[in-house]
């Protein structure tokens, strides 16, 4: 059975600020979660970038893969958690050209040397992350890359069923701001338009992963480390009553045959290019 351990924080409003990330429990399914970031970076062959930014990088070993890549260029890694952060010296320390630096996506902007941003799975935690976009492509130069990966499955079972069971009653005022801050993804269509709109390049598709998740409750477990984040943090101590009531439902949109859970899990990329 799944334990939801949680740090709660005061109140009932969302802010992806005070939410506590857990960087134990994200990683509980690294590979799985690797896997776009891997497949996103793989449509960047034949760069030759001198400075990369990765926005909200987490705890930092997929950026360092970005630093192994590409040995000549500065890396960094920005993120607003410190908890997600506090594994990364050990990587900054074995990667001469790697940092990392605690600081929100929204007060981010380009320096005119970056060369390529990449971000997997971070800009849906930032509301205004599409018009953020738009003016960092203003302020980059002709060329240079921006590499985005973002959830698109907010029409997944695990995702209605979160949102069904916290507009009910006896949840909906106190999950009221959490239930509207997580729904940040636009169309594939929004993003494709960031870049055309103001004449760059960009490239679009998109992935239904069918993960193969090991033992009960895994959906759980993975939304315990990313989507539910804001939902556990605003109900504090009623944070486990919550789970157990999401426990079955996940069970029955999600079964679990010969110790295994398959979960579908859509996501979108766009990789785009700054006019020249
Ligand atoms: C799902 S994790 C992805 C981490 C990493 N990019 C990866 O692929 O494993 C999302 C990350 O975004 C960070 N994040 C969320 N909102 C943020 C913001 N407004 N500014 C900076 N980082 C943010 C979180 O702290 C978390 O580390």
Redesign the pocket.
Known sequence: MVAIALDPVDGPTYD??VVR?DPER?RAFAEE??R??LDLTSRLDGLTPSRIV??????G???ATLADRWPDADVLG????PD?LAATGPLAAEHPRLAFQE????GWEPDPDVDLVV????LQ??PTHRELMRGWLTRLRPGATIAVQVPGNEDSASQVLVRELAAEPRWADALAGAGSAILRVGTMRDYVDVFLDGGHRVEAWETTYQHVLPGEDAVLGWLSG?RLRPYLAALGARADEFVEELRPRLRAAYPTVSGATLFPFRRLFVVGTARP
Do not use: K
Request: aromatic content about 12%.
């Open positions: 992806a600020h990330w994200y979660r690797a776009p970031f990765d926005l909200g990088c987490g705890t070993e997929l950026t920005i993120d607003s958690s997600m600081q929100a996506i929204e971000s997997n799975a971070a935690w930032v990313t």
